[in-house]
């Protein structure tokens, strides 16, 4: 009989210890809850475009986004008040020190190749440029328009950024190792729409811009912004052989990292389970995530299969 009352105390703890750990927390999953987001602006149209669909998916999970330049989206991973960002770059080494001295975990998939769009007025007549030159213009040795190669207009050079510290200028500053901007004519626009305008009022403005702000040719935002602007083609020589060696931040030119201002599109989570943000990775790593990242005119890592059926008029 003692063991038979020792036995149900025993059970009756097993009870309690599994109940309470199943609804303790209330742990999202990757079908319901909500979590925090954080991205770079440049990205907002794609984000908004793969949380949406998830939301669709599944109505009890949701997604609060906060749009900010990239290294306070980074600093809000770190400080574990985002559960997931997207970013151009992986965590540097001090940054996942921070992670393992908070005994947290962190994983990155990356997921596309986007491009840094360079735009300018419509009635700006120059709409070539070649990455020396760009070189040049961010180092200050090239001020007008008419120093460029085949330059056909004249007047200072204004370059357009969204905000300090997001993905747009420090990826040009990176890429070209510019130490010192203090010199140069640059505005912060407050974000890529605003770029976008900017450029649009100002024929001797040179803006930069996420492409998937324009690249949405279903989308009639996308349509309505590429209004009034002409997306300028990039070569990597400074002689270019010919107009194809040109190349825009589309599709086309992002295969194969043709045009020379790609950058990686990564995202990165501190989830120490399989919750939401799992949930959001897979789903943009399987098929129906790449054919919407396919759609923003980004190039997926997993890219949507496509089916053809080929008539040939003959029987085989």
Not at 20 to 30: A, E, I, V, Y
Not at 133 to 141: A, D, N, Q, T, V
Request: hydrophobic share 40%; net charge neutral; proline share 4%.
């Amino acid at each position: 009989m003692k063991f038979s009352l020792v036995s149900f105390l025993f059970f009756i703890y097993l009870l309690g210890f599994f109940g309470c750990t199943s609804t303790s927390g209330n742990l999202d999953n990757p079908r319901q809850g909500t979590i925090t987001v954080a991205s770079d602006e440049s990205f907002k149209p794609l984000v908004n475009a793969l949380t949406n669909a998830y939301e669709g998916i599944y109505p009890n999970a949701h997604f609060k986004i906060d749009y900010k330049p990239e290294q306070e989206a980074i600093r809000q991973l770190l400080q574990d008040s985002a559960r997931i960002i997207f970013s151009t770059r992986q965590l540097n080494e001090k940054e996942l020190e921070i992670i393992r001295k908070q005994k947290g975990t962190q994983k990155f998939q990356h997921i596309a190749t986007d491009g840094l769009a360079l735009v300018i007025s419509r009635t700006n007549s120059d709409s070539l440029i070649t990455i020396p030159e760009l070189k040049l213009i961010l180092e200050g040795k090239v001020t007008d328009w008419s120093q460029l190669r085949g330059g056909n207009q004249k007047g200072l050079i204004t370059l357009v950024f969204d905000q300090a510290n997001a993905s747009n200028l420090n990826y040009v500053l990176n890429k070209f190792q510019i130490k010192d901007i203090q010199k140069l004519r640059i505005i912060s626009a407050g974000s890529n729409e605003s770029v976008i305008k900017d450029v649009r009022d100002n024929p001797l403005h040179l803006g930069f811009i996420g492409v998937s702000w324009i690249s949405d040719g279903h989308s009639l935002a996308s349509e309505e912004l590429s209004k009034g602007i002409h997306v300028l083609g990039v070569a990597q020589k400074a002689d270019p052989a010919a107009l194809s060696d040109y190349i825009q931040p589309f599709q086309g030119g992002l295969e194969f990292k043709r045009y020379p201002l790609f950058r990686d599109l990564y995202i990165i989570s501190r989830e120490g389970y399989s919750g939401l943000g799992g949930g959001l990775m897979t789903y943009i790593a399987r098929d129906v995530g790449g054919l919407i990242i396919q759609k923003m005119g980004l190039l997926p890592t997993v890219p949507y299969p496509r089916e053809l059926e080929i008539t040939t008029g003959q029987n085989f």
